[in-house]
């Protein structure tokens, strides 16, 4: 008799942890959909920063959700979202630094002076209930990086050779997301908030509102690192008859996320080193 072997796929390593992987992701965005409704549906209102003046509070790029409250629980220090008396079509999210008969002042955290309005209760929109830094990000991404995903899944599905379409999706998605890193600007971005002078000598007033840490550095030698939502004061010494000054900024990465960035650059390596296929062999059979 020929012996013949039978093997098995149903042990598959791989296949296992793929189906614990996906299942633990539906759960996480089934249960995050259900609640972002159900806060919805109660009023609530969510808000994504566009601008620095909130500081490391809420960073751009952060999401706010915002909790309608009544006028008479607001407390100085509370950060509320508002439309500005002078334009009702803007939103900002500020904080409450007074109140009084006449109304309500806020300032941004890193500004050097109150806003030029009085708030009332027609203009607030809620209470700040939730600040949660970079997800305003992945909010305005993720919709253009599941199309643009799809889109590349779906082309390098006409590639026959296995090989080759795995690696042209992963080339295509990354490529997207590449793309989106360019749009939105998320990993670097170093904003001027404005000049002056003291005893001294000159400064400038900068935030870092991306999430890689940054080393600024000023003519005539000072510098400073931040993290994403940090703001410095930076001295400065001008140069030549104008008064002119640089500063450059720079990604400083400390060791821990150098670490990261390179375990997640390989882990579609490891992945393939370390868990492959489990094929089981039976006996031969007369």
């Known amino acids: 008799?020929?012996?013949?072997?039978?093997?098995?796929?149903?042990?598959?390593?791989?296949?296992?942890?793929?189906?614990?992987?996906?299942?633990?992701?539906?759960?996480?965005?089934?249960?995050?959909?259900?609640?972002?409704?159900?806060?919805?549906?109660?009023?609530?209102?969510?808000?994504?920063?566009?601008?620095?003046?909130?500081?490391?509070?809420?960073?751009?790029?952060?999401?706010?959700?915002?909790?309608?409250v009544p006028w008479s629980s607001l407390h100085v220090?509370?950060?509320?979202?508002?439309?500005?008396?002078?334009?009702?079509?803007?939103?900002?999210?500020?904080?409450?630094?007074?109140?009084?008969?006449?109304?309500?002042?806020?300032?941004?955290?890193?500004?050097?002076?109150?806003?030029?309005?009085?708030?009332?209760?027609?203009?607030?929109?809620?209470?700040?209930?939730?600040?949660?830094?970079?997800m305003g990000w992945v909010v305005e991404m993720m919709p253009w990086l599941l199309v643009?995903?799809?889109?590349?899944?779906?082309?390098?599905?006409?590639?026959?050779q296995r090989q080759w379409r795995d690696a042209a999706r992963h080339l295509g998605i990354a490529s997207v997301a590449l793309?989106?890193?360019?749009?939105?600007h998320p990993l670097f971005r170093v904003i001027v908030l404005g000049f002056g002078s003291s005893a001294h000598g000159d400064q400038v007033h900068i935030v870092s509102e991306g999430l890689l840490p940054i080393r600024a550095v000023a003519s005539g030698g000072a510098h400073s690192v931040l993290s994403y939502g940090q703001s410095r004061v930076v001295s400065v010494v001008p140069m030549g008859s104008h008064h002119l000054f640089t500063l450059s900024e720079q990604v400083f990465l400390p060791v821990t996320w150098l670490i990261t960035i390179l375990a997640i650059s390989f882990s579609p390596f490891l992945w393939r080193l370390l868990v492959r296929p489990l094929h089981l062999h039976h006996p031969a059979v007369s």
């Open 1 to 68: 008799m020929t012996a013949r072997h039978f093997r098995s796929s149903d042990l598959n390593i791989r296949a296992v942890i793929g189906r614990i992987a996906m299942v633990a992701a539906i759960t996480v965005i089934v249960v995050t959909l259900a609640g972002t409704a159900l806060f919805l549906l109660r009023g609530g209102r969510l808000f994504v920063i566009q601008s620095p003046s909130m500081g490391s509070t809420a960073p751009i790029g952060s999401l706010v959700a915002t909790t309608p």
């Open 77 to 134: 220090g509370d950060v509320i979202t508002f439309h500005p008396p002078t334009d009702l079509v803007q939103t900002y999210t500020h904080r409450i630094v007074s109140i009084s008969a006449r109304g309500i002042e806020t300032r941004g955290d890193v500004n050097s002076a109150t806003d030029g309005w009085l708030i009332h209760p027609a203009n607030l929109v809620g209470r700040a209930s939730l600040i949660l830094p970079a």
């Open 148 to 160: 643009g995903s799809a889109l590349v899944w779906w082309i390098a599905g006409w590639i026959e």
């Open 179 to 184: 793309i989106l890193v360019r749009v939105f």
